[in-house]
């Protein structure tokens, strides 16, 4: 009978009437307290939570393409920051980003074109040709190489 119950709407009962009540085949009621049963938390598959005495706190981890783009576009970010540095440029320096090899990648980078060049003190952004300090990346396991050029 506990296999078929509803653990959410049992918790709800035994915590309102201290007792869980079942029936049983033959019609009669059983009453389990909570000290009758063995009571686990389960997680729900997509979701990581957290019980902390009376509080638990769950988070969903279901990527979504959102997130996935924002993912990407953050290593991209940190690349193109590795290079800076790696150039010799100062901090606040302007450069033209560059980016080829990868069309997907490339769209990604024009499609969010404002927020990375802001990222990464960048005034313009060139898809399809390379130019100055340039170095090829695995980005997410896609290949893309990508440039940059103190303005």
Do not use: C
Not at 22 to 39: F, H, N, R, V, W
Not at 98 to 113: P, R, T, V
Request: charged fraction near 25%.
């Amino acid at each position: 009978l506990l296999q078929n119950v509803d653990g959410q709407a049992a918790m709800k009962e035994l915590t309102d009437t201290g007792y869980l009540t079942l029936t049983l085949s033959d019609g009669e009621k059983a009453s389990l307290a909570e000290e009758d049963l063995l009571i686990e938390t389960a997680q729900a598959e997509g979701f990581v939570s957290e019980v902390y005495g009376e509080w638990t706190v769950a988070l969903d981890t279901n990527l979504t393409p959102e997130l996935l783009e924002e993912g990407l576009l953050r290593e991209i970010t940190s690349k193109i920051q590795t290079m800076r540095k790696e150039a010799g440029f100062e901090v606040m320096d302007h450069i033209t980003v560059y980016a080829s090899g990868n069309d997907s990648l490339a769209q990604a980078m024009k499609d969010h074109e404002t927020e990375l060049l802001g990222d990464v003190m960048g005034d313009t952004l060139v898809i399809g040709e390379t130019d100055g300090y340039v170095k090829e990346w695995k980005i997410n396991g896609e290949a893309v190489t990508l440039g940059v050029k103190k303005n």
